[in-house]
């Protein structure tokens, strides 16, 4: 990846830090995108302490201007784009029947149109470099999650948007993977909203049972050398998805079951 240009949506922490961070390493040149300055400036420290190649845009990706002049900047920093991570994104953790749809809403226009946006004026330059287009998506793009109602119809959207896009740049070369991490040690969940769209705060979840951000980010890169068509990751996630395949009656009681179990707090 040496000499390549990647853009990172939401590459001040977690998985899109780590993803950052291990891209840069491979001497491509770095740009991530945040809403806030102080993780922009820590995310910055990180990066050049490295001697990576980087640099930051504030923006928020759910609004088209922002999407636009985050890939604008990228390309009048670096003369290209080779490859976007679609990676900016928010949790929810409520019942659909609790829930605020304006929340929702919220989801919505970060994880889906935030992808939507930058994809959209990404995509002259990386058709141009026969590129890659990610998108971090979610067991719960595969499989609907209870407690994640509007988080999993975000990235069901996302995974029809992005396979539907795939097959129209066959033709020009173009790599699309998605990624789905699984259950990973990042802080999406801690910043998770609730129904009212408060944030969560501490996760109920074992976060010692997880992959780690930084194992995440080495098997995306990965990914996008040896232009991979999909990425699940964890045997809990491929278990998942295999299952509902082939025996989605009985994944409907298994992920019922784990849900009582894992997040008690909640009352069906």
């Known amino acids: 990846m040496k000499n390549k240009v990647i853009l990172i949506t939401g590459g001040t922490s977690g998985i899109g830090r780590a ?3 291990a891209f840069g390493r491979t001497g491509a040149h770095v740009v991530v995108t945040g809403r806030d300055e102080a993780r922009l400036q820590e995310t910055a420290q990180e990066l050049a302490r490295l001697n990576i190649s980087y640099r930051t845009v504030r ?4 609004v088209q201007a922002d999407a636009q002049r985050a890939v604008e900047e990228t390309v009048a920093a670096f003369g290209r784009l080779d ?3 679609n990676n900016a994104g928010i949790s929810m953790r409520a019942l659909f029947r609790d829930a605020d749809l304006e929340v929702i809403e919220r989801l919505m226009q970060t994880n889906f149109f935030g992808t939507v946006y930058t994809t959209k004026f990404a995509l002259p330059h990386i058709t141009k470099a026969k590129g890659s287009i990610v998108g971090i998506s979610s067991i719960a793009g595969y499989r609907g999650l209870p407690g994640r109602t ?9 995974h029809g948007f992005l396979e539907a896009l795939r097959t129209e740049l066959l033709p020009q070369g173009v790599h699309v993977l998605l990624a789905c991490p699984g259950f990973t040690a ?11 769209g408060s944030q969560q705060g501490e996760s109920p979840r074992d976060e010692q049972k997880m992959m780690s951000s930084e194992e995440v980010a080495g098997y995306l890169v990965d990914a996008v050398q040896h232009r991979r068509r999909d990425l699940v990751l964890t045997s809990q996630g491929k278990l998942t998805v ?9 994944t409907d009681k298994l992920v019922l079951n784990h849900f009582r179990k894992e997040e008690p707090d909640f009352t069906l």
């Open 19 to 21: 993803t950052a961070l």
């Open 59 to 62: 923006a928020d990706v759910g």
């Open 83 to 85: 490859v976007l991570i």
């Open 150 to 158: 509007g988080y999993s119809a975000s990235k069901f959207a996302m």
């Open 186 to 196: 990042s802080n999406i969940r801690n910043t998770a909203l609730a129904a009212d």
């Open 242 to 250: 295999f299952l509902n395949k082939w025996l989605p009656g009985l």
